[in-house]
C-alpha cells in the first residue's frame, strides 16, 4: 500500500516536471511581449544608472583596463571619478564610452574629460564620448576637455572626423534635440613646461579639485598624471610613466593609487616567443618596456607615499588566463604592506567622505 502510494506521488512530481519543462521551452522559442519587456527594461536600468553613486563618497571606476595589445575582457584605458554631484572622466581609451555606460555612469552628465596623453590607447574613443554625450540628452554646451599642449590639434581632428555624422544625426533628430553649437569638445589646455617636478590646479569646483603633473614617458611628451582631491578623501591617476619622483610627490598621503603597469618578465617572454613571427610584435613587446612603470615599481610608489591601496590597470601584457594574476602582482605583494587589485574593466573602488574606508566592488562581472 506504501508503495502505491509513494509512486502516485512520484508520477504527479515527473507529469509535473515535464508540465513545467515543455511550458519552458515554449516561453523561450515564442516569449510573450511581457517578457520582453521586462528583461529590456532591466538592461537599460543597469546604463546611465547613477544611484549606484549616491552616498556622499570618492567613486573611481576603472572603465577601461587595457592596452594597445588585445585581450578579450580589457578595453583601452579609462578611469572615471564620480565626486559628489560631479562626473570626471580620465582618457578614452578605444572601446571605453561603452564599459563607461554599462558601469552606470552617466555619459550626458560628464564635467569633464582629462587626457593624460596623445597616444592612440588613451584617445581612440574621444570621439565616440564626444558624440554620446552630445546625442544621449540635449547638451547645451560642448564636452569640456582638459589636456597637455597638443589637446586642440587632437580635439579638431576628431571633431572633423565627426562632421558628417554630424550633420546625419541633426537631418535626422532636428536641431531641438541636437542643437549643433553643443556637439564636439571645448579645449582646455594647460602648459607644464618641461620641469619634471611642475603641477598644476586644472579644474576647481566645488569640493572638487584636479591637479595635473608631469610624467615621464619618454619620447612622448608632454604626458601628465592627475591627483583628484574630494573633500578629505583623493585618488592619483598615474597614466603612462616610468618610475619617478615626481608619481611618489604627488600621489603622497593620498587614499588610493591607480597605476599602469607593464610586467618586465611577461614582456619579455612575449618578445622572445614572438620573435619569429613575420610582425613587429617581438620589437614592440621589447621596445615598450622603456617606458613604462612594472607591478613593482608602482608598488614602491605606493609605499614611498604611504598610500595604503594600488589598484593597477593599463594591463601589459595581456594577462589571457588568470592562473597569471599571482605572477603578475608577486614581486609587488613583496615590496608593499598595502593592499594590491588588479583592477577589472568595471571595478569600483568606493570610499566614503569622513572614513577611511575603501571598499571594491566589480559593476560588470
Ligand atoms: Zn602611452
Ligand atoms: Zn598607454
Not at 610613466?241 to 603597469?261: F, N, P, Q
Amino acid at each position: 500500500m506504501k508503495f502505491i502510494i509513494e509512486h502516485k506521488w512520484l508520477s504527479i512530481v515527473a507529469i509535473v516536471v515535464v508540465v513545467l519543462s515543455i511550458s519552458l521551452v515554449t516561453i523561450l522559442k515564442n516569449p510573450p511581449d511581457y517578457l520582453l519587456r521586462f528583461i529590456i527594461e532591466k538592461g537599460m536600468a543597469r546604463n546611465n544608472n547613477m544611484d549606484t553613486f549616491k552616498d556622499d563618497a570618492l567613486y573611481v571606476i576603472t572603465t577601461g583596463t587595457g592596452a594597445p595589445l588585445p585581450e578579450a575582457n580589457r578595453v583601452g584605458p579609462q578611469t572615471v571619478v564620480v565626486a559628489g554631484d560631479q562626473i570626471l572622466v580620465f582618457d578614452a581609451g578605444p572601446g571605453s564610452t561603452l564599459k563607461l555606460e554599462m558601469s552606470g555612469v552617466d555619459v550626458s552628465s560628464i564635467n569633464g574629460l582629462f587626457l593624460t596623453h596623445y597616444h592612440s590607447d588613451h584617445i581612440g574613443d574621444l570621439g565616440e564620448l564626444m558624440l554620446k554625450r552630445w546625442a544621449s540628452n540635449v547638451a547645451t554646451k560642448p564636452l569640456q576637455i582638459y589636456g597637455p599642449v597638443g589637446l586642440d590639434q587632437v580635439v579638431t581632428g576628431f571633431e572633423m572626423a565627426y562632421e558628417l555624422d554630424k550633420g546625419y544625426r541633426i537631418a535626422h533628430h532636428g536641431e531641438d534635440l541636437l542643437p549643433e553649437e553643443a556637439f564636439g569638445g571645448d579645449v582646455n589646455e594647460f602648459d607644464l613646461g618641461v620641469e619634471l617636478t611642475s603641477s598644476q590646479v586644472v579644474y576647481s569646483s566645488g569640493d572638487v579639485e584636479v591637479i595635473a603633473f608631469n610624467v615621464d614617458h619618454l619620447p612622448v611628451f608632454p604626458a601628465v598624471g592627475y591627483r583628484v582631491n574630494y573633500k578629505d578623501r583623493s585618488v592619483v591617476i598615474s597614466g603612462d610613466t616610468v618610475y619617478t619622483k615626481s608619481l611618489i610627490d604627488h600621489a603622497m598621503g593620498s587614499d588610493l593609487l591607480v597605476c599602469e603597469a607593464l610586467h618586465m618578465g611577461f614582456s619579455k617572454m612575449i618578445s622572445e616567443a614572438s620573435s619569429d613571427m613575420d610582425s613587429n610584435l617581438s620589437d614592440v613587446a621589447h621596445d615598450i618596456q622603456d617606458y613604462h612603470i612594472s607591478p613593482e615599481e608602482a608598488a614602491i610608489v605606493a609605499r614611498e607615499a604611504g598610500i595604503g591601496q594600488l589598484v593597477l590597470t593599463h594591463i601589459l601584457p595581456p594577462i589571457p588566463s588568470k592562473i597569471l594574476e599571482a605572477g603578475f602582482t608577486k614581486e609587488a605583494r613583496a615590496a608593499y604592506d598595502g593592499e594590491i587589485y588588479l583592477s577589472n574593466d568595471g571595478t569600483m573602488i568606493k570610499m566614503p567622505v569622513n572614513s577611511d574606508d575603501v571598499k571594491i566592488t566589480e559593476l560588470l562581472n
